[in-house]
């Protein structure tokens, strides 16, 4: 069997962003210069991407053997991760991969609709020419400081912010080119007047504007972009912006000083290899491999295909840190299978959103590794810690799947044989050894989670480069572009979400939160439940990672003080984010879910409410019963 490609079947086409005669054209009919830019982005990329991969490869053999670490991997690390994030993400919104809410705009008329359009447009490019803009001071003071080991001027870690602001005001502005022009020009106007108001009177109405207003007002600013479908990073640092900007208190350089820094946690470093991971396995026959094992062993269960969906996306959960290439590995494999058998695509479609919100505590997860980077938890602790509570949901999914097909007539595949179960075990033992590599390399400590995701990564090209031999140069070149894009995308929205979650900071917004949340009781479970419902809430709204990187270190120091055991803690943040993330109508994931099975939002949205129901439950147990979360990593000595 032939697996699709990945950029085909969901790991980049969250549905169409754009009617085509709505919004921007598509990049085969853009003038020359645009495609150039694309080439000059993407080859920048590649070089980055797999030059930090073969020096981190390279470094641990050379550790292990010599005993010689390459002590200036680390800030070689740091230049490539400022290039993946900040150019990567240009390209990621190029692409149109940037993660958005757009439900209520597509309900508008049309005249509406590109109105919308164009505003969304306008505000990228302002943020891009602002944050451009504030980038300068930044690279002045940046000249004089180096690194101490390379001696590289720090100016060059600001670099790829600039460029990622040029692409991106210049790919805004050719998206409004390619607009229905009168509509561009109207709100244009419109926009470019309350601006200039804005700028020419703030002298008068700056003094009048107390903090608690500036940040009611970025607040407000965040939502209500956010919801006309201005992509989340771009509402992140507008709302930054605004803040700064009505404040007048702090140079705008903060907003660059604080992208950067959002970025150069040298763990983050594995969010680009645990995708490429996910991409080699998709494109690689890996995933396949994996699914047909899975069928072999629960197949026969009642609603045999989907109990397949929720045990195939726990095991691939293991291989991949990125849950829409765990979506798209398991979705496009099952897709047709499902069909054939006659399974509701739409039940299909809630099955495996559910089964991608359970995988966010499997590790390697990019969940953890963002709360492990803006907490004091660690990265081995919250890998080994996620393991049960994400088996408790697994189980009562496939229990829900039981119950709901337990009337209904469906195809039920017979029982394995022996031969059969020997047959696809021996297909499948290579790819587990994936997942041996990962928590082997962590929980003895052989190297750090970063290091060991750089080994997947060859391993996996090994395993479908050269021993299944379905995955040729080309395509993985192809794959490590898709992946240098969901990188910067995601690590773009890190970086945002960092500068967002200062400008909370620095208006005593946690403070206030701390006041309310502890103000009425101390209970434990109280607590734990206001937890819960805010990082649904938020997850869903700021598409999942941006909720725990500004909440989490509010949250934490309460549940501490409250005498929450912060492990434990930790992982119910994450399923609460997760659940968040897949839930219509306006959790991203779930839109990428929807692609990946070719479904109807409306359709999969009614469909997914009695697997919502279930997500909650589940996460109430593993909320209520700390042993599920705590046990392993007391087994281990790895702090609980």
């Keep these: 069997m032939e697996l699709p490609r990945a950029s085909e079947e969901g790991l980049q086409d969250v549905p169409p962003k754009y009617p085509d005669n709505l919004g921007p054209c598509r990049l085969s009919a853009l003038p020359s210069r645009t495609i150039v830019i694309d080439r000059v982005l993407k080859s920048i990329l590649t070089l980055a991407l797999l030059g930090e991969l073969a020096v981190l490869f390279f470094n641990i053999l050379s550790r292990w053997l010599f005993n010689r670490p390459w002590l200036w991997s680390l800030e070689a690390a740091g230049l490539a991760l400022s290039v993946i994030a900040f150019l990567g993400g240009a390209l990621a919104y190029r692409r149109g991969e940037h993660a958005f809410v757009r439900m209520l705009v597509e309900a508008l008329p049309l005249g509406w609709r590109r109105a919308c359009y164009t505003l969304v447009e306008l505000i990228v490019l302002t943020?891009?020419?602002?944050?451009?803009?504030?980038?300068?001071?930044?690279?002045?003071?940046?000249?004089?400081?180096?690194?101490?080991?390379?001696?590289?001027?720090?100016?060059?870690?600001?670099?790829?912010?600039?460029?990622g602001m040029i692409v991106l005001a210049a790919t805004a502005v050719?998206?409004?080119?390619?607009?229905?022009?009168?509509?561009?020009?109207r709100v244009a106007s419109i926009f470019l007047a309350v601006l200039l108001l804005l700028t020419t009177t703030q002298r008068r109405w700056a003094?009048?504007?107390?903090?608690?207003?500036?940040?009611?007002?970025?607040?407000?600013?965040?939502?209500?972009?956010?919801?006309?479908?201005?992509?989340?990073?771009?509402?992140?640092?507008?709302?930054?912006l605004a803040y700064l900007y009505a404040t007048d208190t702090i140079p705008l350089v903060a907003l660059p000083h604080n992208m950067v820094n959002g970025t150069g946690n040298f763990v983050l470093l594995a969010?680009?290899?645990?995708?490429?991971?996910?991409?080699?396995?998709?494109?690689?026959?890996?995933?396949?491999?994996?699914?047909?094992?899975?069928?072999?062993?629960?197949?026969?269960?009642?609603?045999?295909?989907?109990?397949?969906?929720?045990?195939?996306?726990y095991i691939v959960s293991g291989l991949s840190g990125s849950k829409a290439a765990d979506v798209a590995a398991v979705g496009s494999v099952m897709r047709d299978m499902l069909r054939r058998e006659g399974y509701p695509l739409e039940q299909a479609t809630a099955v495996l959103a559910a089964s991608a919100a359970m995988g966010e505590t499997v590790p390697p997860s990019i969940a953890m590794l963002v709360l492990g980077s803006v907490t004091t938890l660690?990265?081995?602790?919250?890998?080994?810690?996620?393991?049960?509570?994400?088996?408790?949901?697994?189980?009562?999914?496939?229990?829900?799947?039981?119950?709901?097909?337990?009337?209904?007539?469906?195809?039920?595949?017979?029982?394995?044989?022996?031969?059969?179960?020997?047959?696809?075990?021996?297909?499948?033992?290579?790819?587990?050894?994936?997942?041996?590599?990962?928590?082997?390399?962590?929980?003895?400590?052989?190297?750090?989670?970063?290091?060991?995701?750089?080994?997947?990564?060859?391993?996996?090209?090994?395993?479908?480069?050269?021993?299944?031999?379905?995955?040729?140069?080309?395509?993985?070149?192809?794959?490590?572009?898709?992946?240098?894009?969901?990188?910067?995308?995601?690590?773009?929205?890190l970086a945002s979400a960092t500068s967002f979650a200062w400008m909370l900071t620095i208006?005593?917004?946690?403070?206030?939160l701390v006041a309310v949340l502890t103000s009425g009781s101390q209970s434990h479970w109280m607590f734990m439940l206001s937890s819960i419902a805010i990082l649904i809430l938020a997850g869903s709204i700021l598409e999942g990672l941006p909720a725990l990187v500004i909440l989490a270190p509010i949250l934490m120091p309460i549940a501490f003080q409250i005498g929450v055991?912060?492990?434990?803690?930790?992982?119910?943040?994450?399923?609460?984010?997760?659940?968040?993330?897949?839930?219509?109508?306006?959790g991203v994931g779930f839109y990428t879910t929807c692609a990946v099975c070719e479904t109807t939002i409306e359709e999969s949205a009614r469909a997914m409410i009695p697997f919502f129901v279930v997500l909650c439950l589940s996460l109430m147990a593993v909320a209520l019963v700390p042993w599920f979360t705590l046990f392993l990593p007391m087994t281990f000595h790895m702090g609980g």
Aim: aromatic share 8%.
């Design 207 to 240: 003094p009048w504007v107390t903090s608690e207003a500036a940040l009611a007002g970025a607040l407000g600013l965040f939502f209500s972009t956010v919801l006309i479908g201005v992509p989340v990073a771009f509402a992140l640092l507008l709302g930054t």
């Design 565 to 586: 055991n912060q492990l434990h803690y930790g992982i119910v943040l994450v399923i609460a984010m997760g659940i968040g993330a897949f839930i219509p109508p306006v």
């Design 378 to 493: 660690s990265i081995g602790a919250l890998f080994i810690a996620g393991l049960i509570p994400a088996a408790v949901v697994a189980i009562c999914l496939m229990v829900l799947i039981y119950v709901q097909t337990f009337r209904r007539t469906v195809h039920r595949s017979p029982r394995a044989t022996l031969p059969e179960l020997a047959r696809a075990g021996l297909h499948g033992i290579l790819p587990l050894l994936m997942p041996l590599i990962l928590f082997g390399g962590i929980l003895l400590g052989v190297a750090a989670p970063t290091e060991v995701s750089s080994f997947a990564v060859v391993y996996g090209l090994v395993l479908a480069g050269l021993i299944y031999r379905e995955l040729g140069w080309r395509e993985f070149l192809r794959g490590a572009i898709d992946c240098a894009a969901t990188s910067g995308m995601i690590l773009f929205i």
């Design 127 to 163: 943020v891009a020419i602002a944050g451009a803009v504030s980038v300068l001071p930044f690279l002045a003071s940046g000249w004089e400081e180096f690194t101490p080991i390379l001696g590289m001027r720090l100016m060059w870690l600001g670099l790829p912010l600039i460029a």
């Design 507 to 512: 208006a005593h917004l946690p403070q206030r």
């Design 174 to 185: 050719e998206r409004l080119v390619a607009q229905h022009r009168p509509t561009v020009v």
């Design 271 to 313: 969010i680009p290899f645990f995708i490429l991971v996910g991409i080699v396995m998709t494109k690689g026959g890996i995933s396949l491999r994996l699914v047909r094992l899975v069928q072999t062993l629960v197949g026969h269960f009642r609603g045999g295909l989907l109990q397949v969906m929720v045990v195939s996306m």
